[in-house]
């Protein structure tokens, strides 16, 4: 039968009920500004209620409640925006690290500018028109043409150093990857326990997704909810590119098996839970094999990135094409196991029948020998499909194909250049003697120590180009007339500049350069357009080719190729961030903490509070009437 103590345990129930509310409410304002954090709600349910008998009858309609209880205390967080905000991380990653490194390359092009590669090329040729005039300014052609060169040496060389910066950035984001990849497995391994235990670890699962978010910055990811709250998490299998060869897809344990899980929810310490290690170095030890293309490399990678102990350093060998070599270290990224021990892999196929790689062992340094390597498609090479790592890959394959076109244009300028200066399609030592001596090669291949020759102009490059040392010391020494002995004497007289003339209208000469190779040679770039010239005496000059370009046109189209690239990220950059600022907005409203919504919570906490406290109040005041009243 109800009685007053019924009574008062109902009130002191709603007391701790409120009580809790009201924590509740005071760690979401303690919290308002912590990163990551999801505002907090105890949910309350009424405690198991009784049926009331009467006189008449064993019981009665209706039942008496007997309070309330706290049932849980649960994060106010949706799982979609969650979803959405990491893909949009993944791309927003990808662009702004893109945008980084390509506002980089358009200052050191510094176009357009009286220091830039473009007016020193006009600097260039109309030096030469003005020795036209005067055989006089041999001295000005020598300093431009020096001038020229080493700023394409310079540029060259500064693409080349963005290039290993972002590498070293993949290098570091390695190290960072691996650290949070640690955290989260320790985080779901705890969130897991509690969870086993009855209770919501709702500011660990905070945690674990403040790590999620992080990690889906660097790399596309894919989370598989398991029981407790436990995840597993592995690299997206997909691309939202659409380029099917950065799908992002983990190899797999077995064939037909399921992906590598990078955090596991159950047997985190396994050793098919995967990690990621870093190449560092990478050398060519044999030639190149005729048939295959391919030579042996010694490639070096460290355990999960760490670089700090040599104790971690893999030194093993691997039989790969130049190609392969090149996208190895733009990579450098290689999936490993727990312990960072590289995997080897083969071909197989997925649960899907589609082609897959296989996990097939390790890579370790005892498992390969100059003599036996192993082939490149047994690296399983990490290919992102999104994120700062893609951006980083990608912005390295940009420099690399600005750095071809620099090199096309500078082996394009120093073969016309110097075929002018030998009248020659074909290459002609210096001082040769036949047809004529002389310096016969204006432009020579830097790398060379002054050993030059027909391969060594073969593999001018804009890193190498330099002036012929014999016409720095001496620039009178350029052939400028019509005609040289077998000595090297000019055979015209003080006023006959015929070749400086032809190198001037070379300004004009439309080529194929887009066409020139490593292995082009002269022949092959002016052959069919190196032709006598009436106006000029009949001295060999560089005529045209339909669909060819100037070589000012050419570095001009590779200025704007830069500054189009650079403009697409720095757009996709600014779109992304907006899409990722709405998305974010999105969470807060629903996860946020609102000050004003708690500072209502309180009060009307409170307020419960105070009426259930007055309730207690009230049946103590019953309780004295009854228990003091019955001794009068």
Known sequence: MPGLFSIFNTAKSGLFAQQSSINVTSHNIANAETEGYSRQRATLVTTTPYTMPSMNSATVAGQLGTGVTVSSIDRIRDSFIDYQIRVEN???????????????????????TDSGLS????????????????????????QQ???????????????????????SEIKTAVVDINSMLKQVSELNQQIRDVKMSGSNPNDLMDSRDLLLDKLSEKFGITINPRDYEGIDVTTSNSSIYGDADDNGTAPLISEGGS????????????????????????????????????ATYEVSYYKKGDTLSDNNKVTMYVSMTEEEAEQLNTSKVLWANNDGTAYKVKDGKDAAGKDAKVIDGNLSSSSTTVDSPINFNQL????????????YVSVQNNVAEYQDELNKLAKSLAVSVNAIISQSSTWVADN????????????????????????????????????????????????????????????????????????????????????????????????????TKDTLNNVYAVGGVNGGTTVSNYFNNLVNKVGMHEQEAKKQEDYEATQLENF???REATSGVSLDEEMTNLIQFQHCYQANAKMISTVDELLDVVVNGLKR
């Open 90 to 112: 993944g791309v927003n990653g990808h662009y702004t690290a893109k945008d980084k490194y390509l506002s980089q390359v358009e200052n050191v092009l510094n176009e357009p």
């Open 119 to 142: 007016s020193l090329m006009s600097k260039f040729f109309n030096s030469w028109q003005s020795l036209s005039s005067s055989s006089q300014n041999t001295s000005t052609v020598a």
């Open 145 to 167: 043409a020096y001038q020229l060169t080493n700023d394409l040496n310079s540029v060259y060389s500064q693409l080349t150093s963005i290039k290993d910066n972002a590498r």
């Open 259 to 294: 992906p590598l899980n990078i955090v596991q929810s159950n047997d985190a310490d396994n050793i098919n839970v995967a990690t990621f290690s870093c190449v560092t170095s990478i050398n060519k030890k044999t030639d190149a094999d005729a048939t295959t293309g391919k």
């Open 380 to 391: 399983a090479l990490f290919t992102p499909p999104s994120g700062e790592l893609k951006g």
């Open 432 to 531: 040769s003697g036949f047809p004529e001596g002389g310096i016969n090669n204006f432009f020579v291949n830097g790398d060379t120590d002054g050993n030059n020759s027909e391969e060594d102009e073969n593999n001018i490059t804009a890193a190498n180009i330099t002036v012929n040392i014999d016409i720095l010391n001496d620039p009178s020494k350029i052939k400028i007339a019509t005609k040289y002995d077998s000595s090297g004497n000019s055979l015209g007289t003080d006023t006959d500049t015929n070749r400086a003339l032809a190198i001037a209208q070379l300004a004009d000469s439309l080529m194929n350069i887009q066409s020139v190779t490593e292995d082009s040679s002269r022949e092959d770039l002016i052959g069919g357009i190196f032709a």
């Open 584 to 586: 974010t907005q999105s």
